[in-house]
T-cell receptor, first 112, second 113 residues
Framework: DAKTTQPPSMDCAEGRAANLPCNHSTISGNEYVYWYRQIHSQGPQYIIHGLKNNETNEMASLIITEDRKSSTLILPHATLRDTAVYYCIVRSFNTNAGKSTFGDGTTLTVKP | NAGVTQTPKFQVLKTGQSMTLQCAQDMNHEYMSWYRQDPGMGLRLIHYSVGAGITDQGEVPNGYNVSRSTTEDFPLRLLSAAPSQTSVYFC????????????FGEGSRLTVL
């Protein structure tokens, strides 16, 4: 699976959009981009995933560049409860690729 | 639906002791995995299983054993605990090795003295 690079930390004002970048320049054609978050010491929680089209759900939007080498997770109206570590991972749906590996993620702090 | 259940939530061991962290899921997921998370770090994959009777190593398998005799259960065994294994352990599952997102348990915090 492709390696991802994320900034270690970011701040965001409450009520503003939080834009979290992820670089995955070695991504291949059959690899999806997944985002998870981990609030405090809880188990990570799935947010969203995509292949090449932009995706939106009730939690967030995912923007993937046309060359697929980077993506941005957007929390449209960040709240204090969105303070968490956000993980971007890339995963193949190849039958031999059972592993999902996580990096260190981005610590997002939402400030009042 | 309980999802992914881990026990115990907290455990203190002495160096050299053995123990098993339990993980059970009630979603009929084929894929299950174990991660460890050290303070201030991301998750590192220990072992994973793509179905009953099949297991494989992740990034940091040394010092840990797993087995998968049923679809529901995926226990993680520490044969001889070391202080370096002090960590928070997370179990996760997804429908199969190819599709779906991971569902995580709430974690098991292990301290080895």
């Amino acid at each position: 699976d492709a390696k991802t690079t994320q900034p270690p930390s970011m701040d965001c004002a409450e009520g503003r959009a939080a834009n979290l970048p992820c670089n995955h320049s070695t991504i291949s054609g059959n690899e999806y981009v997944y985002w998870y978050r981990q609030i405090h010491s809880q188990g990570p929680q799935y947010i969203i995933h995509g292949l090449k089209n932009n995706e939106t759900n009730e939690m967030a939007s995912l923007i993937i560049t046309e060359d697929r080498k980077s993506s941005t997770l957007i929390l449209p109206h960040a709240t204090l409860r969105d303070t968490a570590v956000y993980y971007c991972i890339v995963r193949s749906f190849n039958t031999n690729a059972g592993k999902s590996t996580f990096g260190d993620g981005t610590t997002l702090t939402v400030k009042p | 639906n309980a999802g992914v259940t881990q026990t115990p939530k907290f455990q203190v061991l002495k160096t050299g002791q053995s123990m098993t962290l339990q993980c059970a899921q009630d979603m009929n997921h084929e894929y299950m995995s174990w991660y460890r998370q050290d303070p201030g770090m991301g998750l590192r994959l220990i072992h994973y299983s793509v179905g009953a009777g099949i297991t494989d190593q992740g990034e940091v398998p040394n010092g840990y054993n797993v087995s998968r005799s049923t679809t529901e259960d995926f226990p993680l065994r520490l044969l001889s605990a070391a202080p370096s294994q002090t960590s928070v352990y997370f179990c996760a599952s997804r429908p199969n090795q190819n599709t779906g997102e991971l569902f995580f348990g709430e974690g098991s915090r292990l301290t080895v003295l």
